[in-house]
């Protein structure tokens, strides 16, 4: 099914597997962010269009998430069955059905990952503390539990 929120694997010349879940040639839900899409099983962002200056490129689909963090969602992926809230997409965007609530248990299950790796450091706590402002600001903008604009 493709259409808004879906986007079929690109035609790739062998079996593509999401570098989270496992899933073999997943389906995949457009970001906010041109060109990023999230595998629908478990939300790592992906880079499906590619570029060479202005000229659009066929390649496979890019993990985005950091080699450092692969072992951290594959863990949250595992301990939860849960997808990970959609990156590059705005609070309260149509393209992301993330409640408060599933934002404000990621956000804490990473925080605890985050301290007890002791690979907190400034960038990341900085991260986590604009996280917090956030699901503050999302409460705000609830309206049954689902984000609003």
């Not at 879940?21 to 995949?28: L, M, Q, R, S, T």
Request: aromatic residues 10%; positive net charge.
């Amino acid at each position: 099914m493709t259409d808004r929120y879906m986007h079929d694997t690109p035609a790739l010349k062998e079996d593509f597997k999401c570098e989270i879940c496992d899933a073999i040639n997943p389906h995949f839900e457009w970001c906010d962010t041109h060109g990023i899409a999230v595998c629908s099983q478990c939300g790592n962002p992906y880079r499906l269009f590619h570029y060479e200056g202005e000229k659009r490129v066929d390649k496979p689909p890019e993990s985005l998430t950091k080699e450092e963090f692969k072992p951290i969602m594959r863990q949250y992926w595992e301990e939860t069955k849960t997808r990970q809230p959609k990156p590059f997409c705005i609070p309260g965007s149509s393209y992301d059905p993330t409640t408060v609530a599933q934002v404000k248990a990621y956000n804490q299950w990473m925080e605890e990952q985050l301290t007890q790796r002791r690979i907190l450091c400034h960038t990341n706590r900085t991260s986590v503390q604009r996280l917090s402002k956030l699901n503050k600001w999302m409460s705000v903008l609830s309206l049954n539990g689902k984000v609003r604009m």
